[in-house]
């Protein structure tokens, strides 16, 4: 099996959620948005590859807002249209964060800013604590989206909406692939200034980042294993 990881900037690495897939055989591909070269003028153009070639789609975050198209519209609208012909086709998507939110926004849900933005280790409210467990998982968005109809919201926070799941796709809002190098790399192009203007110590964040970065490793493949037997179907029960 195949699946493709869509990086949407140059510091996404697939940490946790990339090693989990690997684990259980699928040969990974990547597909890079916007490159470091163009990190300061986002708004590209970019082919996004064929989706028949694999059997399951993993859009990450991004420091955009998926809701912003005069930023980045000329790969965000054509990123929506294709991921609304991939579930329309059956393809199971595994959306994190911005690609939870391109996920909602596809499928008839709206994104928007939210009142308050969430970043560092958050405990959700989750019905289904078998798919998505309580955490605490890594935040880092201002932004929120309203559930797509035919979608069953199974997590939230009082901040915002943190998981739905429809047909054979799961959107979450929280960053399962996030360990201490990612948050590093997060920090080094723009998310240090961001956690500040939070209120919050960047060093902090990124040393309980590492203390905590085992357990936060086994709560991913909990909820990558959940998603590819309970929700894609690729996967036998145990």
Sequence with gaps: MRVLFIQHDHVSPLGPVGERFAHHGFAIDTHLVVAESDFAA??????????ADYDVLVPLGAPWGAWDDACIGRWLLPEIAWLRAAVDSGMPVLGICFGGQLLARAL?????PA???????????????????EGPWFQFHYDRWTVPPGAVEIARTPAASQAFVVGRSLAVQFHPELDAAGLQGWLDWGGASKVQENGDDPAIMLAQTRAVEAAARER???????FLTDVAGLLPRA
């Design 42 to 51: 986002p708004n590209i153009e970019t082919a996004f590859p064929a989706v």
């Design 220 to 226: 991913t493949f909990a909820l990558v294993d959940a």
């Design 115 to 133: 009142p308050r933005g969430e970043i560092g280790w958050t405990s959700v409210w989750s019905d289904d604590p078998t798919l998505v467990g």
């Design 108 to 112: 008839g849900g709206s994104v928007a």
